[in-house]
T-cell receptor, first 113, second 112 residues
């Protein structure tokens, strides 16, 4: 079956703009989580959605937001982009909400100039 | 505050030998632990996991050991192969949903 699909793969934006990233989870999976990876840092948890509800949120400013649709697809939005937002954004798909496994997409590489 | 730590940024091992990657955590509420492998420009790939009720889990060449009293886990790869060269991340969750805490990764190089 198809894996986790993230679009676009690469994105270049200028400071102050906003951006929307998309994630389609594995078919049947109801949980989608988002992570930010920057050089020297591990993966930092942004938020998790399960059945269209945000269940957990990491320590990121309110410029970072997300949503999940009824078909489990999720979008992440970052407003008023800053240079420090340049990172690899990863989406993870989980079947349930038990915290036992997560399957990652290939990520969206965002560069803010 | 980094709740999951991988103190060795890199590791080099000869092909055929054992690779041991280490991970420490601080949160005693963590009850599930995972290892992921990551190549550049790709997302992490799930390798193996372990529940806190176990102290060992094996899958082929990969074995994960958990020492709850020391808050330490390790991943053993035997025998190591050049294709194992990648960055390895350990992750933990606290049964509060799919919020995983990741270490900063260890870059493994297996030398042919």
């Amino acid at each position: 079956k198809a894996g986790v699909t993230q679009t676009p793969r690469y994105l270049i934006k200028t400071r102050g703009q906003q951006v929307t990233l998309s994630c389609s989870p594995i078919s049947g999976h109801r949980s989608v989580s988002w992570y930010q990876q920057t050089p020297g840092q591990g993966l930092q948890f942004l938020f998790e959605y399960f059945s269209e509800t945000q269940r957990n949120k990491g320590n990121f400013p309110g410029r970072f937001s997300g949503r999940q649709f009824s078909n489990s697809r999720s979008e992440m939005n970052v407003s008023t982009l800053e240079l420090g937002d340049s990172a690899l954004y990863l989406c993870a798909s989980s079947l349930d909400a038990l915290g036992t496994e997560a399957f990652f997409g290939q990520g969206t590489r965002l560069t803010v100039v | 505050d980094q709740q999951v730590k991988q103190n060795s940024p890199s590791l080099s091992v000869q092909e055929g030998r054992i690779s041991i990657l280490n991970c420490d955590y601080t949160n005693s509420m963590f009850d599930y632990f995972l290892w992921y492998k990551k190549y550049p420009a790709e997302g992490p790939t799930f390798l193996i996991s372990i529940s806190s009720i176990k102290d060992k889990n094996e899958d082929g060449r990969f074995t994960v050991f958990l020492n709850k009293s020391a808050k330490h886990l390790s991943l053993h790869i035997v025998p190591s192969q050049p294709g194992d060269s990648a960055v390895y991340f350990c992750a933990a969750s606290a049964n509060t949903g799919n919020q995983f805490y990741f270490g900063t990764g260890t870059s493994l190089t297996v030398i042919p």
